[in-house]
């Protein structure tokens, strides 16, 4: 068994930071991407940021220069440093990885349960 914990979600301005964090636990032999998608109410579920187990980073175009992705390996965990946040950046967040529970098998792309994220004045 596998779990992705996620924390750091909450209320928040216009203008205002908060930090997320997903600490993965379990059977795991080994972490390769780590990341974070959200999803809006009536809207698709889209790519914040992804960090690649090489320390490779990829960013939703939305949040692009706001958004910082960093990792710790030795924690199994993955952090979203959110600035500048907008009131679109509402949304439930999601932390994904992609986790090799032996080894020599496929990979699997395990979520965690969501955290609620809202920017309101």
């Known amino acids: 068994q596998v779990q992705l914990v996620e924390s750091g979600g909450g209320l928040v301005q216009p203008g205002g930071s908060l930090r997320l964090s997903c600490a993965a636990s379990?059977?795991?032999?080994?972490?390769?991407?780590m990341g974070w998608y959200r999803q809006a109410p009536g809207k698709q579920r889209e790519l914040v940021a992804v960090?690649?187990?090489?320390?490779?980073?990829n960013y939703g175009d939305s949040v692009k220069g706001r958004f910082t992705i960093s990792r710790d390996n030795g924690k199994n965990t993955v952090y979203l440093q959110m600035n500048s946040l907008k009131l679109e950046d509402t949304a439930v967040y999601y932390c994904?990885?992609?986790?090799?529970?032996?080894?020599?098998?496929?990979?699997?792309?395990?979520w965690g349960q969501g955290t609620q994220v809202t920017v309101t004045s």
């Open positions: 994904t990885a992609e986790i090799n529970t032996a080894r020599g098998l496929v990979p699997y792309d395990y």
């Open positions: 379990g059977n795991i032999f080994s972490i390769l991407a």
């Open positions: 960090h690649a187990s090489g320390g490779n980073t």
